[in-house]
């Protein structure tokens, strides 16, 4: 089921995340699916690129 997030400002929203190297994927469970907000590349920063995700 993924690791949660360590970012205070994505694990509050319940991100999760897997790695899928080089591939970072983030979703939410919501009820009973699973919502994939993101798939970055690993080498990239992502708390600045998933702030558009929490709104």
């Known amino acids: 089921s993924g690791a ?3 970012d205070r400002s994505l694990k ?3 991100f999760r995340m897997v790695i899928v190297h080089p ?3 983030f979703y939410r469970f919501i009820g009973n699916k ?9 080498v990239r920063g992502y708390s600045h ?3 558009d995700a929490m709104k």
Do not use: C, D, Q, S
């Not at 699973?34 to 690993?42: A, C, K, N, P, Q």
């Open 12 to 14: 509050k929203f319940n």
């Open 4 to 6: 949660p997030l360590l």
């Open 23 to 25: 591939y970072i994927a």
């Open 49 to 51: 690129l998933m702030k």
């Open 34 to 42: 699973v919502v994939v907000y993101r798939i970055l590349h690993g």
